[in-house]
């Protein structure tokens, strides 16, 4: 299954997983310290649309792009449903092209990055920096896989009701590692599972794919900007920005 297959399937049950109210909240209260002296964003693989109207919610003009149909038709629906004008578009994050226009920030959360491989990373990053404004930001967020097993099971969460069952998941083998979904819808009773290849990206790779006489970069914990501890911290935040 492609990426794109893997979070068009998604879609359908996405936002079940998550308070999307409660989380557009503290969302605009963990990105509001990024957005100081900015008026323009970028989200790249917006899925449901979260960190664009919590982005939006703060003032800033948003553009988003997911690879995902369904994610996007999700997104525009939940920014009517909030009153946010954003402008999404359905475009693979490699394929991306904003012609000349820049953005103050351009983020891509919830482990999006890690999608792709070490060159497309590179390629994406190298090609993505080139819209930022003088001084702007790339703000960035995956997982610090050091934290999963060299193989085996690693649990994210799981969530059940009256209606839903979702079991959230990494299986490592042999080096690769699978982010895995099992759900059962119990109203329709429909039950599958899904899974896509993630690439665990590490800090070192960030370090020497930003040029330190382009770039002044920080890294940090989580989006509450606490220390990045290799050993401890659940997530690697990257936050680059242009000299």
Do not use: W
């Not at 297959?5 to 509001?32: G, P, Q, T, V, W």
């Amino acid at each position: 299954m492609t990426n794109k297959e893997f979070y068009n399937r998604l879609a359908d049950f996405y936002d079940s997983m998550i308070d999307f109210e409660s989380a557009i909240e503290r969302r605009k209260d963990l990105l509001k310290p990024f957005t100081a002296d900015k008026t323009t964003a970028l989200d790249l693989g917006c899925g449901t649309g979260i960190d664009s109207i919590s982005l939006s919610k703060l003032g800033l003009i948003v553009d988003a792009v997911d690879q995902s149909e369904g994610m996007v038709e999700r997104a525009k629906l939940n920014g009517e449903k909030f009153n946010a004008k954003i402008n999404f578009s359905v475009s693979g994050i490699k394929e991306f092209n904003p012609d000349k226009k820049k953005y103050d920030l351009i983020l891509s959360l919830g482990n999006s990055l890690a999608n792709n491989s070490e060159s497309e990373l590179k390629e994406i990053l190298n090609s993505i920096s080139q819209h930022l404004t003088s001084k702007g930001s790339l703000l960035i967020q995956i997982l610090n896989f050091k934290l999963l097993p060299e193989s085996g099971h690693f649990s994210v969460n799981k969530k059940e009701s009256d209606s839903l069952f979702i079991n959230r998941y990494y299986e490592i083998e042999n080096g690769i590692i699978n982010f895995i979904i099992d759900f059962e819808d119990k109203i329709n009773s429909k039950k599958g599972s899904i899974k896509t290849e993630i690439f665990p990206h590490t800090k070192e790779l960030f370090q020497r794919i930003f040029d330190p006489n382009k770039f002044n970069v920080e890294f940090f914990g989580g989006l509450n900007k606490s220390e990045f501890d290799l050993n401890e911290s659940k997530d690697l935040v990257i936050l680059a920005t242009k000299k």
